[in-house]
């Protein structure tokens, strides 16, 4: 890296990937605005996998560049790769490792294949077609075939990682030329591709902030919380293109044309209609007469929860907790609240994680547990039953987990195109301590912490920094929480006090 870029005409493999993921990103990422770019932690933590995936891979250290390459290394990073495309095009890859295979190359009795680290389950085009162009380009390079590239994923934390061969097939070869060549198409645009049909991409991409902007000024039907890209397709047949047509929609109308495409899509139009007129009027509107959360009224305070977790190491490393207690004329004594982080490393096992959170309940009897979505809820059941918790325990625990998002659903149609923690606690006016952090963000910093093992952790700083996170999403979901409470229908108040 850090090398001179591509020249402007140049197509790269990293382009090729943006544009598998999205066709407007790879047009962003070479004509749109680079000051508009948001950082986002998904790109340092996918680094931070393909780091610990190739030491798995190959634990002594690569060599650099053209020189490793003369020299026969077992490994190679940091060649950058020239040449022509299927179409003859002007095409450059930068494979993040080679490895020496069998073989005859220009540089001796050995040639190498380009290797990728994949993050998630499956490998996909993503994957394939970037390899098959740092292939293609290789094979000029070292004056030899390059039979199969590697994909690796999956390591790390003492696992081997997977290994998933790639067969330059001519029907490969076939698809990235097809792919370059629209490529070069949407890049020689003036305008932008559109927004991506399904927007649950923009979460991890960089141009989010510029794309999300848009799709509200837009009113793009994908603004809409409920719809994604297969109900985007079905409405647009129906000649509805943006929030505000389906705001003015008839939803009986609408309803029975959806019933064409399935029944229950016919089922959901009314909810949709309604969402959008929600959204356009900008009025939360009551869906029932009940109180949310009667669970709170006469407890002696509640514990707000939430959990951090490593999803690839399936981890919950993080199970924190802000204690907020009841005063004595039904008030919620915020003066006297307080966070207690249970950090869980996965070599102290999970009985011990149980037997401390076990602990942390019991001391608290009596005080609901209130979550936001159902991860913490299933996550702590679960561990429970493997923890051979008897039933009735079982029971008492299932009672006392309510899940905030949920109540927030069956009781409110809200003006947001989310109904997320950070979009509802926002909308409440709810402002986290540190900006622009996310749950990516977090895991990155438990990987910082980590480092190499107990004997070489990283900055400590790193874990206030996750501490903060979690204990501000506590905190947010009792800002959401406490609305709810501010809602309750006047015939169901019994002289409680609020906040
Ligand atoms: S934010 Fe979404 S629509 Fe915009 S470039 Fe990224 S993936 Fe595509």
């Known amino acids: 890296m850090g090398d001179t870029p591509p020249a402007a005409n140049v197509l790269t493999d990293r382009l090729l990937r943006s544009w598998l993921r999205c066709r407007r990103k ?6 749109g605005d680079a000051t508009q770019r948001r950082w986002s932690a998904h790109r340092n933590l996918m680094l931070d996998d393909q780091q610990r995936c190739f030491v798995a891979l190959m634990p002594q250290k690569p060599a650099h560049g053209q020189a490793g390459c003369a020299a026969g290394a077992e490994g190679v990073v940091g060649l950058r790769l020239k040449g022509r495309g299927p179409g003859g095009e002007l095409v450059e890859a930068h494979p993040p490792l080679l490895r020496r295979v069998s073989g005859r190359s220009r540089w001796g009795a050995f040639s190498y294949q380009p290797v990728l680290a994949r993050q998630g389950r499956r490998m996909t085009r993503e994957h394939q077609l970037p390899l098959a162009l740092m292939a293609l380009l290789l094979e000029q390079e070292q004056q030899a075939p390059v039979r199969d590239a590697l994909v690796v994923g999956g390591g790390g934390m003492g696992r081997r ?24 198409v949407d890049l020689d645009r003036s305008d932008p591709p559109p927004l991506a049909a399904d927007r649950r991409k923009c979460t991890l991409c960089s141009w989010r902030g510029l794309c999300n902007a848009e799709a509200a000024a837009e009113g793009h039907l994908s603004e809409v919380s409920g719809i994604g890209a297969k ?19 008839d939803p009986d109308r609408l309803a029975e044309q959806m019933e064409r495409f399935g029944e229950q899509h016919g089922e959901v139009a009314r909810t949709l209609v309604a969402q959008a007129r929600c959204q356009r009027d900008g009025q939360p509107e009551r869906l029932q007469n009940t109180p949310a959360l009667p669970e709170l009224v006469g407890a002696p305070g509640v514990l707000l929860y939430d959990i951090e977790s490593d999803p690839d190491a ?24 307080r966070y207690q982080p249970l950090l ?83 909308w409440q ?60 229908p006047a015939s169901f108040q019994s002289g409680d006090g609020g906040s």
């Open 161 to 184: 990682p997977a290994r998933d061969r790639v067969g330059l097939s001519a029907g490969l070869r076939k698809q990235l030329g097809d792919a370059l060549r629209k490529l070069r």
């Open 231 to 249: 109900r985007r397709e079905m409405l647009k047949e129906l000649g509805i293109h943006g929030l505000h047509d389906l705001a003015a929609a």
């Open 429 to 488: 006016g709810f402002r986290w301590s540190q900006t622009g952090v996310d749950g990516a963000h977090a895991l990155l910093w438990w990987r910082q912490w980590q480092g190499d093992g107990p004997n070489r952790r990283g900055t400590t700083n790193a874990l206030g920094w996750i501490f903060t996170y979690n204990r501000d999403d506590c905190r947010a979901t009792w800002a959401v929480a406490d609305w709810l409470l501010r809602q309750t």
């Open 314 to 337: 399936r981890h919950d490393f993080l199970h924190g907790f802000w204690r907020l207690p009841c005063r004595a004329d039904g008030s919620w004594d915020l003066t006297a609240a």
């Open 344 to 426: 869980v490393l996965a070599e102290h096992g999970e009985q011990r994680c149980w037997e401390r959170l076990d602990r942390y309940l019991s001391v608290h009897e009596g005080w609901p547990v209130l979550h936001y979505g159902e991860t913490e809820s299933l996550a702590l059941r679960r561990m429970a039953e493997r923890q051979g918790v008897a039933e009735h325990k079982l029971m008492l625990l299932r009672a006392r987990l309510v899940d905030v998002h949920a109540r927030v659903r069956s009781h409110w149609r809200l003006p947001l195109n989310s109904y997320g923690l950070k979009a509802v606690a926002a």
């Open 26 to 31: 790879a047009w962003l990422d070479r004509h």
